[in-house]
């Protein structure tokens, strides 16, 4: 197809990146930031409106809807597009289990022999109360369901994690996703963020990045969705990547045939290495954010013949290769992320010329008469493709020093994994 109409549906960075990557065709975002306007048309419509968005898709006859986040995943979205024949990159809503329910993923993962923490599940708060006591060593309390990033919590004594099962099961601070918890093991090791694509049965593997999670450097203070991100990962080694391909795609993969819910879209593999072995410590069923920022920049290959491939459910003959060098993104959070970010401030400097290489996606922001202002907790995604890491660290940062606003932060240490190594 020469020019498609595709709808992009999301507002973070991941969806402005996916969205220059589709900047060919006709675009329609929904709801989408300030940066995507500049690409397509932003509609008003929130990510979780099934009916709206199908609406919407229907009205502007578009060819392909790519679902950036999970939560219209879990909540069909897939399947109500597919019901009036609209294609859709996405799994469906019997796949998206993976990563809607921590207990259908560890579950089916023991099932199959797929390496990942030995876990036990629980409904009943006294019973995980005991096992926690019982065990007397650290564990990680999971909730079951969706929670946007903070329904994991490693628990480094008894009493933390008898605090999390309180919190989730008995006060139900996380509602009905915390109703049901899965407690595991703690896994040592290195993290990465192993994407694929997939069309059912074959899986196009994108090159290995690693995100930031904490909010400050040196992977100090609280979690956040992602501070920074980087690729290629050199902890995924060649053999590694073979060994995820093999002992964890291949067979998650052939799993969900067999459950009759075969795996179309992007299977983000959240992976813990130790010692030369890859373990799964979760699935997403969606591209990461800001893994999306620097997966874009690093394929060699066309993103609409990719993503609508896999919508198709046939990736035969598409080609997908990964481009030599390394890319760097650092995430420009607005004042008190994570916790109840300031919005409303103007973004200064985004009007300067960028140099070769380098790119800016927008996260939290929207146009404010003049002005670009800041509406979210992650405000820009701001990165650099280059011949090294170190000199995508270099053009990445040179980037972020020419934009500003008050209350701005974020990591100087992206990267420093591979940096130091
Ligand atoms: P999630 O919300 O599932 O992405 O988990 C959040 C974070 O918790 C992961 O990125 C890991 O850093 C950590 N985590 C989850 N499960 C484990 C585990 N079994 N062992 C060690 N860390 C874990
Ligand atoms: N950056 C991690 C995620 O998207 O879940």
């Not at 060819?63 to 069909?76: F, I, M, N, S």
């Not at 995604?381 to 008050?406: H, N």
Request: with cysteine.
């Amino acid at each position: 197809m020469s020019r498609a109409r595709i709808l992009v549906i999301g507002g973070g960075s991941r969806e402005h990146a996916l969205a220059s990557a589709l900047r060919e065709h006709d675009l329609f975002i929904a709801p989408g930031n300030a940066g995507t306007a500049a690409l397509g048309t932003n509609v008003a419509v929130a990510p979780t409106a099934i009916a709206e968005i199908v609406a919407l898709a229907e009205r502007e006859r578009v060819d392909l809807v790519v679902v950036g986040p999970e939560a219209p995943l879990t909540l069909g979205l897939v399947d109500a597009l597919e019901a009036k024949g609209i294609r859709a990159f996405g799994p469906s809503r019997a796949a998206a289990r993976l990563e809607g329910s921590k207990v259908f993923m560890k579950q089916l993962l023991k099932r199959h022999g797929i390496p990942t923490a030995a876990f036990e599940v629980f409904d009943d708060p006294d019973a995980a109360k005991a096992y926690v006591r019982a065990a007397a060593r650290p564990l990680v309390v999971k909730a079951d369901g969706l929670c946007a990033g903070k329904g994991v919590v490693v628990a480094a004594n008894v009493d933390e994690a008898l605090e999390a099962i309180d919190r989730m099961m008995v006060a139900r601070d996380l509602g009905d996703a915390g109703r049901v918890v899965v407690i595991e093991e703690i896994l040592p090791g290195e993290e990465a963020s192993f994407h694929v694509v997939c069309d059912g049965t074959r899986a196009i593997p994108l090159v290995a990045a690693q995100d930031h999670k904490r909010v400050f450097d040196g992977d100090a203070g609280p979690n956040t969705g992602g501070m920074g991100a980087y690729a290629p990962a050199p902890v995924v080694t060649k053999a590694i990547h073979d060994e995820v391909m093999r002992a964890i795609v291949a067979p998650t993969l052939r799993a969900m045939t067999e459950e009759g819910s075969p795996f179309r879209g992007v299977l983000f593999v959240g992976l813990m290495i130790d010692a030369g072995t890859p373990r799964v410590l979760e699935f997403n069923v969606r591209f990461g954010d800001p893994e999306t920022t620097v997966l874009v920049p690093m394929l060699d290959g066309d993103w609409f013949s990719v993503l609508d491939g896999a919508a198709r459910g046939d990736l035969s003959g598409v080609k997908a290769a990964t481009k030599p060098g390394a890319a760097l993104a650092v995430v420009m959070a607005a004042e008190h992320y994570p916790r109840t970010p300031k919005t409303g401030d103007r973004i200064d400097g985004l009007d300067a010329p960028l140099p070769e290489g380098t790119f800016v996606f927008h996260a939290g922001t929207k146009v404010e008469g003049a002005d670009v202002v800041t509406a979210g907790g992650r405000i820009l995604t701001v990165g650099a493709r280059a011949a090294t890491l170190a000199q995508a660290r270099d053009a990445a940062y040179a980037a972020v020093s020419r934009i500003a606003w008050r209350g701005e932060h974020h990591r100087s240490d992206i990267g420093h994994r591979a940096l130091r190594a």
